[in-house]
């Protein structure tokens, strides 16, 4: 099949602004996009416009109760939803945004138009869970997506989530639907505290490594349990959550991947579904963060 890039790079997610010292920041969306622009992404896949999500489809995965609440609180106002989480004037734009967009990339993926997507979004969106904001995330955008592509007439959609932390909020999302598999490599223990040994169910894999794992550690247990996971479930189409906060010199975990582990996952990944979509969720050194998205985007190539 010959490969077709759809990405999601945007001025709005740069508009979701914050506090001084927060490592969930602006320059994140700015770093990455200004490193695959110089590095001609351009030229190698097509831009898609952003949009909004619809109520439909944040009401897929998140109470109507909790969406009003945001509504009322979030537009053009300033604060925290908990301790690690806030918002500015420019936040709930970002986040449908990102919810939306993230959705039409992976509508598009499915239904051809793309063999491959990279949505560079912010905020991310893992830790949200159906009716709570936390680990500096509102709204779902994978699970979003998720629901959408079941909507669409997907039979099966897989979710890898190699971020750090464990992604609670997808977890609880699909913790019950068959027809979602869910698979997390993630840093054990460490926040949120959820995704513990032993922790899943026919569809959701959890897979905690120790501190200090790197490249060697994240390819076994690709090899050993998420490539017989993924494709035993034989997905139409599968997301990453694609965090990379496991890095060796990223501040918030403790981990040991490299730019080359993280080529080496979404290379893997490309033989686990035939369309692949990934999707920007931690990664908070603004040296190193361009240059692994751009490493992971020459693997899903």
């Known amino acids: 099949m010959s490969q077709k890039l759809g990405y999601i790079l945007d001025e709005v997610f740069v508009q979701h602004r914050a506090p001084s010292g927060h490592p969930e920041r602006p320059a994140r969306a700015e770093a990455v996009r200004d490193a695959l622009n110089a590095a001609g992404i351009a030229a190698l896949g097509e831009r898609l416009a952003t949009r909004m999500a ?40 970002a986040a449908i945004a990102a919810a939306g967009s993230t959705t039409q990339l ?3 993926v ?8 990279l949505a560079v979004v912010r905020p991310p969106g893992h830790h949200a869970t159906p009716d709570r904001a936390m680990g500096f995330c509102l ?25 750090v932390h464990h992604g609670n909020g997808t977890q609880d999302i699909f913790w019950d639907d068959p027809s ?11 926040y949120p505290g959820t995704g ?23 390819v076994q247990a690709f090899e050993t349990i998420v490539e017989p996971a993924v494709r035993g479930f034989e997905p139409e189409l599968l ?6 906060d496991a890095h060796t010199d990223d501040p918030l975990a403790m981990m040991e991947l490299t730019g080359l ?19 920007l969720e931690g990664g908070y050194n603004l040296e190193t963060l361009p240059g692994l998205v751009h490493a992971a985007l020459d693997g899903f190539s």
Not at 140 to 153: D, F, M, P, S, T
Not at 265 to 271: E, N, P, V
């Open 110 to 117: 499915l239904h051809g138009r793309f063999t491959r997507g």
């Open 261 to 279: 582990g993280f080529r080496e996952l979404a290379r893997r990944c490309t033989g686990l579904a035939p369309r692949v979509c990934a999707v």
């Open 196 to 218: 513990r040994p032993g922790e899943g169910n026919e569809t959701t894999v959890n897979v905690a490594l120790p501190e200090g794992a790197g490249n060697e550690e994240y």
């Open 139 to 163: 709204l779902n955008n994978v699970a979003v997506a998720a629901a959408a592509l079941r909507a669409q007439g997907a039979a099966r959609v897989a979710i890898l989530d190699w971020d």
């Open 239 to 244: 997301i990453v959550s694609a965090g990379f």
């Open 106 to 108: 992976a509508l598009d």
């Open 54 to 93: 619809t109520d439909d489809e944040l009401v897929r995965v998140h109470a109507v109760s909790y969406l009003d609440e945001l509504a009322q609180v979030v537009p053009g106002n300033t604060g925290w939803l908990d301790a690690d989480t806030y918002f500015s004037p420019g936040t709930w734009q």
């Open 180 to 190: 979602v598999l869910y698979v997390s490599l993630h840093q054990w223990p460490v």
